[in-house]
């Protein structure tokens, strides 16, 4: 340990080995979260390397996870010396040990963070895969990966991550983690429906949606990916993680009108009357009259005046043309929605 000390000046020493140390930069926001009475607990999560091959990724090695945002960390190089330092006694030979100041580190970089505002969905697009109906039969590919391992891999918070989660709809089964495809929700919305209106629930006052994602499950589809559309089309304030349900009533016009349009992508158009007329059916009896294309305003065009078609990337879910087609699939939920449906 070095000293340097002139009469009347502060004695300083500096440390032969230096301890590794970095300096980390935090904005006003989140030390306003550290600042608070019950501050949120942190966790740091590395890019995967999967997630930087993608196009135009944001260049990152971690990110500072709060519940519900993330911090991109860069590290930017200093030419500035700054030193870390801490008091210590110094003494030579049989000397009265002097009060010291030492510096046990040098940071030649500081740590910088910076809010990461990505879409959870890009993420979610790429670890999922997309779950097809087809004919009656499933049509995809299984990754192994539960919710939380998913989450794990993404350098977002949890709260980023549920978002995106309900966003492209997606649910667990039998260990796997899919998203559906428009397709499979088409047809999953139908038996919904059609289960809903033969066992009297009105689905914008609290039912209890286990029961009916039951009733979805004796149709041949996922009762989890059932409650995952209850999610997606919850009412706010709704709790989802119990097994009482409420939807928005104007979420779900505007959501079934989306699906279907989105479903008819690929074709030069359609006819209005007719896309609203199927509209209309979907919906629950009492809500039809709500299906007014102001409900999808932004997700179509008009080729012609009498013609509409969806436009590229309207909707969260996948697009139908890169899917196969697929017939309905239609159970006794169906026949029972048939015989109490208005003509």
């Known amino acids: 340990m070095a000293t340097q000390q002139n009469e009347g000046g502060v004695p300083f020493a500096v440390a032969h080995d230096f301890k590794s140390f970095r ?31 993608r196009p135009n990724a944001q260049p990152a090695y971690a990110v500072l996870c709060t519940p519900t945002k993330s911090f991109q960390i860069r590290q930017v190089q200093t030419s500035n010396s700054v030193f870390v330092t801490q008091p210590t006694l110094d003494a030579h030979g049989n000397d ?45 590919t299984h990754n192994g990966k539960s919710k939380a391992a998913v989450f794990s891999d993404m350098p977002l918070s949890n709260g980023q991550c549920e978002q995106g989660w309900s966003e492209v709809v997606a649910f667990e089964l039998s260990g796997s983690s899919y998203r559906p495809s428009v397709n499979t929700l088409r047809q999953v919305w139908s038996s919904i429906n059609a289960a809903a209106l033969a066992e009297g629930m009105k689905l914008d006052s609290q039912f209890l949606g286990s029961d009916l994602a039951e009733l979805v499950r004796e149709e041949g589809y996922p009762a989890s990916l059932a409650q995952a559309i209850f999610a997606h089309l919850a009412a706010a304030g709704q709790d989802t993680s119990g097994q009482w349900s409420c939807l928005h009533r104007a979420k779900v016009v505007s959501f079934v009108g989306r699906m279907l349009l989105q479903a008819k992508q690929g074709s030069s158009g359609h006819s209005i009357a007719d896309f609203v007329e199927e509209w209309k059916d979907s919906l629950p009896e009492a809500w039809r009259g709500d299906a007014d294309l102001k409900a999808i305003d932004g997700a179509y065009d008009n080729p012609t005046a009498t013609t509409i078609v969806a436009k590229a990337n309207s909707a969260s879910a996948t697009p139908e043309s890169v899917l196969p087609k697929a017939t309905a699939a239609k159970g006794k939920w169906h026949e029972r929605f048939a015989k109490t449906r208005k003509k």
């Open 96 to 140: 009265i040990p002097v009060p010291t100041t030492c510096a046990v580190a040098a940071c030649t970089a500081t740590l910088e963070l910076h809010p990461a505002d990505a879409s959870a969905v890009a993420y979610l697009e790429d670890a999922l895969p997309v779950y097809d109906i087809v004919g009656g039969e499933v049509d995809t």
């Open 23 to 53: 300096l980390l930069e935090l904005p006003p926001e989140l030390v306003q979260l550290l600042e608070a009475p019950n501050p949120p607990q942190l966790s740091i999560k590395s890019l995967p390397p999967a997630a930087s091959d």
